[in-house]
């Protein structure tokens, strides 16, 4: 997969990023690898500790090739919250050119555990919010005549697995959500979708059934890192105006 590197992302060809999520895992890579590639990132999640540590291990990188990460609290379940942080990168910046709708929860547990506060959640943030983001983003990106949402999804938007009723149930909700706003938007609005399948990251410590935390770490020995999705993104962000990626599936060889 060809992606950019800093020494080739030219000044007009580099964007004012926010990606959500971006306190660890692929949100912490892809911010980290745009921002290295001469990218603004505006780089948003709860912990903000976590995000001050990611802006200081890459602004060497990052003043390297012209670009830069500038932290800011977000709660994507809060819809303001997200306006917020979309005025945030437009304060700093003057626009934002691209959204990374990247948070995510996956406490995963049969239905029969009726874990309801667990099922709320993943709706409130893998659904309610990427919908956050939509809201706050498209209004922007239209006024700006341009604008690309890439948002990541996963294997589970594509395929059923037992303690994954909800989850995927979310992912296939973003998948559609997204391929939707594809359909609707004006050809100046880019739309994407990145389906990772095991990636190693936190995710899997929002498990709280012990049954499905057992089975997840079988599941999950085969992980590939967090920089091939922040690959998958860079690539999409990179095509030329013209050119919409449309979708990428990323899974390790050995996921079946
Ligand atoms: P991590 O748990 O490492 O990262 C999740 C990120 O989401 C964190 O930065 C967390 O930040 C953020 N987040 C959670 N809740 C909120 C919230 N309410 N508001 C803002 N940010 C929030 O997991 P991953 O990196 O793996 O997950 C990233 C995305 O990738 C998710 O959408 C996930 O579903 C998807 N994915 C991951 C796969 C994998 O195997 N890792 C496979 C397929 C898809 P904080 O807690 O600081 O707010």
Redesign the pocket.
Known sequence: MTTQHPENTKPADRKVVLV??????????VAARLAAEGHQVVA?????G??RALAESTAEAAARSGGGLQPVR?????RA?VAASVQAARDLHGRVDVLV??????PLSRLDSLLVDEWD?MI???VR?LLHGIAAALPVFAAQGSGHFVT?????AHQVVPTGAV?CG??YA?WAITEGLRQECDPSIRVTTI????????????ITDPGAAEAMRAY?AH?IG?DT?AGAVSYALAQPADVDVNEIVVRPVRQR
């Open positions: 959500t999520g971006a306190s660890s895992g692929i949100g912490a890579a948003g999640a709860r912990r903000t976590h995000l977000l709660d994507v379940t809060d919250d709708a990247n948070a995510g929860v996956m959640r409130d943030v893998n919010g990541v999804a996963s294997i589970g989850y979310t992912k973003a389906s990772p399948g095991v990636v190693d990251s936190e995710l899997a410590d929002t999950r992980a967090p999705i």
